[in-house]
């Protein structure tokens, strides 16, 4: 007898807005973590990349588009990236630009052009050193720390930063945070925080050294809101928060893959979400050859609706409820990876610690209102969020 999903298919349609346009799939690092190893090296031409940029800006009629370049790595390519820019602004003077790179080719020649054209700039920084060269390292097998030119990314406007946590790198967690906060200080970022590296074989002792990891930034956080009130901030676990403020309030489109956004190959090929590119999963068709988003609902598998076992549970409200994340891990299936359950969970409960310990500070009450959180998590976030 089959087995029927715990999870419903949304059937809300879906709106360009954002496009996630791969300009190669080759890159100069070797990360081992990588979820687009093994896909065969392509580039994107020029006249292909006009042909992206005219179907989506006739698919948009969303007020701000925007164009996310990725990789690969994206800066192997930088002079077409600048020819697509130029072309796209010659279509739409207002569209939008972000870009994700591991750094390593950023020099003084890219900061004028970036701070011009690109709202976002999105750094894969994984850490302090050692953590980040556990695993983005080059061919040759060094670390690729110290290619980074940070006296040039202090110039960059816009700039997030993205970490990977893996089960090697776990361990560390509090450590790449609180690197990450000086960064913040030292160079404006717009943005940070870190994601886990699901692909890799999570054991309970990495589950567990994640509890520990989170239970240490849980007293920094705590300790921190007391002296400052509203004015601190810890990216992740604000998110964390304000999911649980809203609770069953939580919006049920909390991701715009295959609503808002989409990512589109260096052959043309449209998935709904970048992370579905490398597993070649549920490719909605080939945007040269006129494909059309509109009747594409029943493509997407954003989870709407809870059932089963998940309808019960108390950490539904920050499950992320990713496609990718379940179609990626369950081999085409619909299912959310146990193990992926579990850390969830772990996070809900150490978020109602903090929340037990500061729910008679009035600031912190304020801050996670309803009301007030609800606008804050529907509103639209593209390919920079460091925490996607």
């Given at each position: 007898m089959k087995k029927e999903s715990i999870f419903k298919p949304s059937s809300v349609g879906p709106r360009a807005h954002w496009i996630t346009l791969f300009l190669t799939t080759r890159c100069?690092?070797?990360?081992?973590?990588?979820?687009?190893?093994?896909?065969?090296?392509?580039d994107l031409s020029f006249e292909k990349a006009k042909k992206i940029v005219d179907w989506f800006l006739e698919q948009s009629f969303e007020e701000e588009k925007g164009i996310s370049f990725f990789g690969g790595e994206p800066l192997l390519k930088f002079d077409l990236m600048k020819k697509i820019v130029a072309y796209a602004k010659s279509r739409?003077?207002?569209?939008?630009?972000?870009?994700?790179?591991?750094?390593?080719?950023?020099?003084?020649?890219?900061?004028?052009?970036?701070?011009?054209?690109?709202?976002?700039?999105?750094?894969?920084?994984?850490?302090?050193?050692?953590?980040?060269?556990?695993?983005?390292?080059?061919?040759?097998?060094?670390?690729?720390?110290?290619?980074?030119?940070?006296?040039?990314?202090?110039?960059?406007?816009?700039?997030a930063i993205a970490a990977v946590v893996t089960p090697k790198t776990v361990h560390r967690l509090y450590d790449t945070l609180m690197f990450q906060r000086k960064l913040k200080e030292e160079y404006d970022l717009l943005d940070y925080g870190f994601r886990f590296a699901y692909e890799l074989d999570w054991k309970e002792?990495?589950?567990?050294?994640?509890?520990?990891?989170?239970?240490?930034?849980?007293?920094?956080?705590?300790?921190?809101?007391?002296?400052?009130?509203?004015?601190?901030?810890?990216?992740?676990?604000?998110?964390?928060?304000?999911?649980?403020?809203?609770?069953?309030?939580?919006?049920?489109y909390y991701c715009d893959a295959g609503r808002a956004k989409f990512a589109v190959s260096p052959t043309g090929e449209l998935y709904s979400c970048h992370r579905f590119y490398s597993g070649r999963l549920h490719c909605l068709g080939n945007v040269l050859?006129?494909?059309?988003?509109?009747?594409?609902?029943?493509?997407?598998?954003?989870?709407?609706?809870f059932e089963g076992k998940c309808v019960n549970c108390k950490a539904k409200c920050l499950c992320s409820r990713c496609a990718a994340v379940r179609r990626y891990f369950s081999k085409g299936g619909n299912e959310m990876p146990a193990y992926i359950c579990r850390m969830t969970n772990i996070t809900h409960e150490t978020m109602q610690e903090i929340i037990e310990r500061l729910k008679h500070v009035p600031s912190f009450r304020k801050k996670f209102n309803r009301e007030r959180i609800i606008g804050g998590l529907t509103r639209y976030t593209p390919d920079h969020n460091p925490r996607v």
């Open positions: 100069n690092l070797a990360c081992d973590y990588c979820y687009n190893e093994g896909i065969e090296q392509k739409d003077p207002e569209i939008k630009f972000s870009i994700t790179t591991n750094g390593t080719l950023i020099s003084e020649e890219h900061v004028q052009f970036f701070n011009k054209n690109f709202k976002y700039f999105v750094l894969s920084l994984d850490g302090p050193r050692e953590v980040h060269d556990t695993h983005r390292k080059f061919k040759d097998g060094s670390g690729s720390f110290d290619s980074i030119d940070f006296a040039v990314l202090k110039k960059i406007k816009g700039l002792e990495d589950i567990e050294e994640y509890r520990s990891q989170l239970k240490a930034l849980a007293d920094y956080y705590v300790e921190n809101y007391k002296k400052q009130g509203p004015k601190f901030s810890l990216p992740n676990f604000d998110e964390f928060l304000g999911a649980i403020a809203v609770g069953e309030n939580m919006p049920k050859k006129s494909v059309d988003i509109a009747p594409l609902e029943k493509n997407n598998y954003f989870i709407t609706e």
